[in-house]
């Protein structure tokens, strides 16, 4: 097990080291001049050169990538160009609120997701199933940012229930900071749930009309002990993976959720950096994020492993 | 059991329940502020959050006429070569530092000569500071300078702790220190800024809310909605789309005024090879283009009529404004005859270089079926405002949609644009008459002979117009109901002398 983890982290190296010379050169590719974007209406073309200077533009884009890459091995990710904070303290402040946003969001799709996948998959064909999948169907087809708006206009502003937008740290109140963010958790969930549901249903229609289940059915179990311990714990692994995966959409999702609900997260930083052409912070949140992604993939690989003995012995 | 339901319920309810702590102000911006240092900011939310934490040596009054802030009075020498100033002296800085006129020389020398400074070509004109007494200070000029009150009373003229400010040197954005009514207490980026309340602050009672949170909320529906909610209790720049929506609320109230700036398309005259185009060397085409608009139209159609026509650098309600040119009305045969005039009597193509955001873009397409009309056929080309920015920069354009903040004194909004060596002239318009006549409306401090140079200089940029303007933006707060006391500047910002909110 240990060997096959750090086989996977040796791996890790090589593709983080790629991501970062892709996303460097993007950026580069990107027309409009950082210093520019920063200057806004102030044009002075003496702190424009400074600027350059300070932020080493005028260098060899193979120069700048390399002092980058220096500096982030000593864990310097660099100053952000717009408000001058620490780019790792920026991401310091951001991921907690990014996490926190994916978390909630995963358990709204696992808790619709999954239960709604076993029943229509149990009751196939019939109401419940169609229904399931039709609903399913709209959470996979209603953009984000219109579910968030209306769910803001009607939750917040006609019926007062929840605050519109913003963010409330975990440690400084943790009711209000779960209250504000549940309905972008819910709208973040809700395309993550379709997609759970219809795995969930597929995987377990595969199982379920397989040998073991009939035989568990022969001799005379309940149908519910049949279900949950004998299908459903088979379905789980390629669902587990699945989940994993879709961590990653999650983190992409979040940047158009937290737009809309105006929460302080990853995904505003990385928009609003591209757009300022704040290289230092997308750079650094896009290694954070490659790490994270990578992580995420190597847990589900071990749960995958834990969840199926057969694979121990390899 | 149904007790703890109980409890969790009426916890829950607590913690969703709207009305904000009584001494907290909450107020949305439409975006976030960059660095909190006076001398290196550039952003115009971050000007709004300086307003009730760093004093400046002169403020303005709503109709722009100089007020005293930290300078009591200024006077200046009869070749307007020197100008002296009496200071305030019941000042002190947040970190206990005390406000004199020592303070007001290391404020300017830090201007001018820290490297990260974007206030150095504002002050150009200092040469030199004199401490004449603990509160009293001149600064001699290299020659007269009209324009320097209205740079004191923004942000060059903000007054930061030369303490604080040897001890962080360029970082000092991350915990600034002025003197003004509020003092910095945290910020989270993308997220607020919170202010509280100096109690050593000279005129402290006038401010009534213990600490100030600036929220960056950028989408003007979401904004809306958090001030409908009653999350926040004042916003800034709601969209005119929105203003019927806001009006009708009972427990908002909504209060304008017409900006300093303007919005128009500048036209590519002599900026590099692009320069070289028909717009660009033919005045008559630009004419052409201008007579082509119907500006009460776009006003009504895309902005709901909350915003001002226009055809000048500066507003019609402006002091500045030259009454000789009023607006003009649509006259598309004007229009078509100047195109034939012009050699192009089956009409002619524009490409126009517009911000991808929602306003510019449905404004040029209202302009683009407009000017079609006489024959002029635009195509438009949508960019990020970055790469936009660039663009026009570099000369690479025909035409561009852009706009101007505006500035309070009337050479913000023409000198660096309309002359040879404008900063920002982009159009790169050149003309020896308007080059002198905007030099000497800039160095005299006799409103009379500035006016008539403004007025002078119009005559010639009306007839090239190297930027057709259309509109001036109106600044438009809304605030909750139990807001009062708030007054609306034509330069958007948000002062809170005097405001209050009712407990209900």
Known sequence: MLSFIMRRLLIAIPTIFLISIFVFALQKLLPGDPVLAMAGEERDPEVLEYLREKYRLNDPIPVQYFTWVGNALRGDLGISLRTNQPVLELIGQKLPVTIQLATMAMIFALVIGIPAGILSAVKKGSVTDYVANVVALSGLSIPNFWLGIMLILLVSVKWQLLPASGYVPLSEDPIRSITVMLMPAFVLGTALAATLMRHTRSAMLGVLSSDYVRTARAKGLVERRVILKHAFRNALAPIVTLTALLFGELIAGAVLTEQIFTIPGFGKLVVDAVFNRDYAVVQGIVLVTAVGFIVMNLLADVAYVLLNPRLRKQ | MSFNKLTLAAVLMGATAMGAQAADLRIALQSDADVLDPDQSRTFVGRIVYTSMCDKLVDITPDLEFTPQLATEWTFSEDGKQLTLKLREDVVFHDGTPFDAEAVAANIDRSQNMEASRRKSELSSIVGTEVLG???????????????????????????????????????????????????????????????????????????????????????????????????????????????????DAGIQVESAVSLGYQGITFNVNNGEKGDNPWGNDKRLRQAFSYALDRAAINQVVFNGAFAEGNQSFPPNSPWYSTDFPVPARDIEKAKALLAEAGYPDGIDLEVQVPNTTVPLQLMQVVQSMVSEAGIRVSLTSKEFATLLADQSAGDYTASQIGWSGRVDPDGNIHQFMTTDGGINDSKFSNAEVDTLLDRARTSNDQAVRKESYNAARAILNDEQPIVYVYHQTWIWALDDAIKGFTPYPDGMIRLAGVTKDEG
Do not use: W
């Not at chain 2, 009514?181 to 607020?192: G, L, T």
């Not at chain 2, 979401?222 to 009708?248: F, K, P, Y």
């Open chain 2, 134 to 248: 603990s509160h009293e200070i001149r600064f001699d000029l290299a020659s007269a300078d009209a324009t320097l009150l209205a740079q004191l009373a923004d942000r060059a003229g903000m007054m930061v702790s030369p303490t604080a400010a040897a001890e962080a040197g360029a970082d000092f954005g991350l915990n600034p220190v002025c003197s003004g009514p509020y003092k910095f207490k945290e910020r989270v980026a993308q997220d607020r800024i919170v202010l509280e309340k100096f109690a050593d602050y000279y005129n402290a009672d006038e401010f009534n809310f213990d600490t100030v949170t600036y929220l960056p909320i950028p989408d003007t529906t979401v904004r809306l909605a958090n001030l409908q909610s009653g999350d926040i209790d004042l916003i800034e720049r709601l969209a005119a789309t929105d203003l019927e929506q806001a009006e009708s």
